[in-house]
T-cell receptor, first 114, second 113 residues
Framework: DQQVKQNSPSLSVQEGRISILNCDYTNSMFDYFLWYKKYPAEGPTFLISISSIKDKNEDGRFTVFLNKSAKHLSLHIVPSQPGDSAVYFCAAGPPKAAGNKLTFGGGTRVLVKP | KAGVTQTPRYLIKTRGQQVTLSCSPISGHRSVSWYQQTPGQGLQFLFEYFSETQRNKGNFPGRFSGRQFSNSRSEMNVSTLELGDSALYLC????????????FGPGTRLTVT
């Protein structure tokens, strides 16, 4: 049972345009959400997070939106740069009292074309 | 501040053997989590240690075990290796407490032949 899903396995976008990555979840107990970027042969790099009590969090070119009623979150990257080409994972975590146990989506491969 | 380090980076073992992987968290981080990444199953949570105690466990067989030392360094052990254990094993550290973010190391690529 996949509790976190990224339905788009890949995304191609032109440099300078917006990249929008989507993620859906089923478990309403998830309390916070994170986005990671991963290059081949490297560990995931933390990008941005959002608590379930918020609906938006912004950090530079990265903005995460959370729609709790729809159990959906998205990551916007504006403007997209060639160095953003990587696999992006969304992850969800339980309430903090339950410790750290992230459930990951399957990832979306982003290609930013110059 | 140094990031999460994992040793070794690459490992080749034979079916039936056992293996121990090591993780040094970011200084000051008390929580260490382990994940397995495979092409078929994606990133899956193995277990989490906090203050030398296992706080969470994923759905993996008992052949997978771990521990954490007083300096927060962690090891994971896989006994009686199977071909399906070939994967990238990732360690992530976090402050614990109310911090959400987990920071990953580069991983250990384990190949079982």
């Amino acid at each position: 049972d996949q509790q976190v899903k990224q339905n788009s396995p890949s995304l191609s976008v032109q440099e300078g345009r917006i990249s929008i990555l989507n993620c859906d979840y089923t478990n309403s107990m998830f309390d916070y959400f994170l986005w990671y970027k991963k290059y081949p042969a490297e560990g995931p790099t933390f990008l941005i997070s959002i608590s379930s009590i918020k609906d938006k969090n912004e950090d530079g070119r990265f903005t995460v939106f959370l729609n709790k009623s729809a159990k959906h979150l998205s990551l916007h990257i504006v403007p997209s740069q060639p160095g953003d080409s990587a696999v992006y994972f969304c992850a969800a975590g339980p309430p903090k009292a339950a410790g750290n146990k992230l459930t990951f989506g399957g990832g979306t491969r982003v290609l930013v074309k110059p | 501040k140094a990031g999460v380090t994992q040793t070794p980076r690459y490992l080749i073992k034979t079916r039936g053997q056992q293996v121990t992987l090591s993780c040094s968290p970011i200084s000051g981080h008390r929580s260490v989590s382990w994940y397995q990444q495979t092409p078929g199953q994606g990133l899956q949570f193995l277990f989490e240690y906090f203050s030398e105690t296992q706080r969470n466990k994923g759905n993996f067989p008992g052949r997978f075990s771990g521990r954490q030392f007083s300096n927060s360094r962690s090891e994971m052990n896989v006994s009686t290796l199977e071909l399906g254990d070939s994967a990238l094993y990732l360690c992530a550290s976090s402050l614990g407490g109310n911090s959400y973010e987990q920071y990953f190391g580069p991983g250990t690529r384990l190949t079982v032949t």
